[in-house]
């Protein structure tokens, strides 16, 4: 059974930063997509950040590009998504997500395994 499981959300100022973790069992990282979504109250879940499977190769969104940076440790089995310069509209619960393939698709019906998410409130 594969599973992901988030921590690191929790409450911040604007300006500051947090790190996602995305621990994963029954499955490796390295030889999956990984990808980090967020939703806010009210809106579609999105995509933020994706792995490519065994290669180092990242893609982000444009409202994160250059704050947000994901990253996995294969010893750990775990993903990351580091975020600086968060603002109040990162609001939102934070998904770990990952699927068969090698290039991560930007649509979340296109993941089969999801985490329960972990929830990031930036203060103004």
């Known amino acids: 059974q594969v599973q992901l499981v988030e921590s690191g959300g929790g409450l911040v100022q604007a300006g500051g930063s947090l790190r996602l973790s995305c621990v994963a069992s029954g499955r490796a990282v390295s030889s999956h997509v990984m990808g980090w979504f967020r939703q806010a109250p009210g809106k579609e879940r999105e995509f933020v950040a994706g792995?490519?499977?065994?290669?180092?190769?990242?893609y982000s969104s444009e409202s994160v590009k250059g704050r947000f940076t994901i990253s996995r440790d294969n010893a750990k089995n775990t993903v990351y998504l580091q975020m600086n310069s968060l603002k109040p509209e990162d609001t939102a619960v934070y998904y770990c997500?990952?699927?068969?393939?090698?290039?991560?698709?930007?649509?979340?019906?296109?993941?089969?395994?999801w985490g329960q998410g972990t929830q990031v409130t930036v203060s103004s």
């Open positions: 997500a990952s699927r068969i393939g090698a290039i991560p698709p930007l649509q979340p019906h296109e993941y089969d395994t």
């Open positions: 792995l490519s499977r065994y290669t180092d190769v990242t």
